[in-house]
């Protein structure tokens, strides 16, 4: 099943436009934007205690399911199923909150799973989906842009932030360089000291998508740096190390889990 239209194709049926509008309102109560380097988190525990809020999220989903991305074009394709994505994960650490981290919210199939990742939550087009399905099956898959590694958010402190607003057409390349940069130049993205870099292990665990080389997370490391990593990246000539932080990117547990 193609996940868009073809991105020539920027014509759309009336009505077929997803409506992102419930979803900024609760990033907009819930979310808390760090600083410095420091992750964005999220209120779980006052979603949680908000039933009309999540009723709205639940509602949201369902609509987006509802509309589908047939006749969308790339860039709004791509902004529906990150958007769904995300709040997907939300929905589901809130449905099993407290957690100290998603990974404790093991309801995917198989004996050895860990996490939700693997689990239907959601049936687009006539197809039931998977976090998984939709970030490596469709994003990955259908619109070779690295950069979705930036957008999706895992709920976890490691990852790159939950965007403090839905992700459209028209903000697409920006909002997505700007997740870049955000990361790569946060603690959690890529650190340097003295020739020795320690980076994010989503480089490693999806090495293929930056070019299946070091070397091509070093580029990619390179091209988003500002001005002080830049500086401290001169004599570095190879990832020393790799490091994720798997404690849930929650206002209310900021402690980083074992």
């Known amino acids: 099943m193609s996940a868009h239209a073809n991105p020539a194709d920027h014509g759309t049926r009336p009505g077929s436009h997803p409506d992102h509008t419930p979803w900024a309102r609760l990033l907009d109560t819930y979310l ?69 981290s998603i990974r404790d919210i093991d309801i995917s199939p198989g004996l050895f799973s860990n996490g939700p990742w693997g689990k239907k939550l959601v049936s687009v087009a006539g197809r039931e989906l998977s976090l998984d399905d939709i970030e490596h099956g469709i994003l990955r898959a259908d619109f070779d842009d690295r950069r979705v590694h930036y957008a999706v958010n895992c709920a976890s402190v490691g990852c790159p932030d939950l ?62 740096a500002g001005p002080e990593l830049s500086r401290k990246l001169e004599t570095v000539t190879g990832v020393a190390a790799y490091d994720y932080d798997w404690s849930l990117n929650d206002v209310q547990k900021p402690e980083k889990s074992e």
């Open 32 to 100: 808390k934007e760090g600083a410095g380097g420091t992750p964005n988190r999220f209120d779980y525990g006052a979603l949680k205690a908000a039933p009309a809020d999540r009723a709205a999220l639940k509602t949201y989903i369902e609509a987006l399911a509802q509309a589908g991305p047939e006749a969308l074009n790339r860039d709004e394709a791509f902004a529906f199923w990150v958007n769904l994505y995300n709040a997907l994960t939300v929905d589901v650490v809130v449905r099993h909150y407290p957690v100290t």
């Open 163 to 224: 965007a403090p607003a839905p992700y459209t057409a028209v903000e697409l390349d920006a909002m997505l360089d700007r997740a870049a940069r955000a990361y790569v130049n946060s603690p959690r993205g890529a650190h340097a000291e003295k020739g020795r870099l320690t980076a994010s292990s989503i480089f490693k665990w999806y090495m293929k998508d930056f070019g299946g080389t070091e070397e091509g997370v070093l580029d990619e490391i390179r091209l988003y």
